[in-house]
């Protein structure tokens, strides 16, 4: 047999088999017995496997600044706002609506939300296998183990389990609702069907800027139906293009603006192994999903990469001989699913670094698509039955099912979360996280214990400097304080956070003038930020300035308009001046807002200074009925027995 006889052989044995498009009958009976149920498995195992979800909580990873402390989302009447305003450095207002939509359901309480995110993975998974089923000509062994390692993969949870990655599951299913609808448009040619595709273009992307990467995902479908590649298909992309485009422009602005893009200080050497570590590292995972962590730190910035790193591009160019061995081959649903991988994780391989992780678990949800797609070819071509096919798939899908399971109970909430992350993937951002956590339950002495971890990890960690700052002020450690709070200052000179923690340290050791001169420097940098009216008014009633004060905690409540402590603090700061006609509009607004017996008592005062005895004594008499302590002198004058 002649050299280019065998090398036409070798083509047919490692070319898709015509069973693909064409099914024998015996397959075509089995796979129509099974096929009937495939479906409901895969959501049903779905729904077990993530179980843990529904009874998850927030974290402090994000969700306070997505939904619990967002008046964006908080505020139905935000409705014009809430469309317009990015959120942390990314423009996604279709996300944050839905987020407002849970908020007017539960408020802070999580249950609406993870029972959101579940539902649109579980319209995610039917969406796969649809699209499997399209991509496939109707293969149900390989729809089925697309559709099932999808749902039930480990790497998914983040996606499902983190609220704040509601634009996950959002974005990806108006991605999957458009390839859907461009297949069928290239398999029928109804216009309708490419219309369609650019309006949920456009919806994925108001749902996340990922979506930037759909049109190379069309391009990935242009080559499994193996169309022509001319100007009449690019022309056909230019709409796609274009608005990617868009979103690609936006999403980088919203990045820069908001200091999450840019980590200038690795070399460009370094963001290059960045990529192919990711590349690596995502595939690693695909098939061995272990040790997963709510974040992956970057390496050290002065210490030399780790080994794996240079290892990385080695592993790229093993991956990519495959890919040219396949399309040698004329594999081309191989090659499908390789390119579709790599075009969908482009925006997130750190090439241009964004945030400060290097992996992380929820940029795999749409990516391992083309990864299962392969899997799924690879288990329908070596497989003589699809009886078989599934006696394969099931142990797998019931393996990760387990992990699923295991990997959602690590977000019932933020220690769980951290504690995982610090066992598995210890890190700079993990032990800082857990620190917070501990200043929350008033355990400073632990807090400062995970602070001190997190800056032996990252030694510029001007927040961590900060936090541990605000721990050793409630400890009364003023000297640790401030020179924690100079810290983040020297690392960060425009931190206004450090400047009110100084100026707070400063007030309460009685240095009222340096601690307003932070103050003012804090709120020069940002205008919005609440605490520091707080901190200075205080520091302004110590200097007796009390219509500054008055300002400040005015300007306060426009953040906070319930706060009927502060509406009390105006009342006395109005005592102070000698105005006690003025001090009773905002006592009584705080008394309306909250029946505190010590409002009462602050207003009796009022009254008993303009002469109102009568008014006087009813509100000293609710104040000691509440359980305030009344001074002797004015209870007997109130004529009210202690």
Known sequence: MGKASKRKLERRKLAP?????????????????ISRWLLPVILLTTFLAFIPVLKANFVNLDDNEYVTENPLVKRASNLGSLLVTPVQGNYHPLTMLTLSINHMISGNDAWSYHLLNLLLHLINCFLV??????????????????????????????????????KDVLYGLFFLAGLISYTKFIDTGLRNQYFLTILLLVLSLLSKPAAVVFPLALLCIDLLRKRKFGSSLLVEKIPFFALALIGGVVALVGQRIAGASGRETFPLVSKILFGFYGIMMYCVKAIAPFNLSAFYSFPPVNESLPIEYYLAPLFFVALAALLFYSWKMNNRVVVFGILFFLVNLLPVLQLVPVGSAVIADRYTYIPYIGLDYAFGWLIYRYTKRPAQAYAI??????????????????????????????????????????ADLFSQEKNYDRAIEYYNKAIALNTIDYESYNNRGNAYLHLKKFDLAQNDYRKAISLKPDYYPAMDGMAAALAIQGQYLSALNYSNQALAIDPNYK??????????????????????????????????DVY????????????????????SKAIELSRDPTFYLNRSYSFNALKDLEAAQRDALAAKQGGAQIPDEYAARMGIRK
């Open 531 to 564: 605490p520091a009216y707080s901190n200075r008014a205080l520091t302004y009633m110590k200097l007796n300035r009390y219509e500054d004060a008055i300002r400040d905690w005015q300007k306060f409540l426009q953040y906070e308009p319930n706060a009927a």
């Open 129 to 166: 296998f649809q699209l499997a089923m399209l991509l496939s000509k109707r293969n149900t062994v390989m729809a089925f183990t697309v559709a099932i390692l999808f749902s039930i993969h480990p790497m998914h949870v983040e996606s499902v389990a983190w609220v704040t990655e509601r």
């Open 568 to 587: 009390d603090t105006i009342g006395s700061c109005y005592q102070a001046m000698g105005k006690y006609q003025e001090s009773l509009a905002p006592i």
């Open 393 to 434: 798939i099931f142990p797998i899908a019931l393996l990760l099912s387990v992990l699923t399971w295991m990997q959602a109970a690590v977000w019932h909430n933020s220690a769980t979360l951290w504690d995982h992350a610090i066992s598995t993937q210890p890190s700079n951002k993990a032990y800082a996280n857990r």
């Open 17 to 33: 088999s015509k069973s693909l498009t064409a099914p024998s009958r015996t397959k075509k009976r089995e796979g129509e017995m």
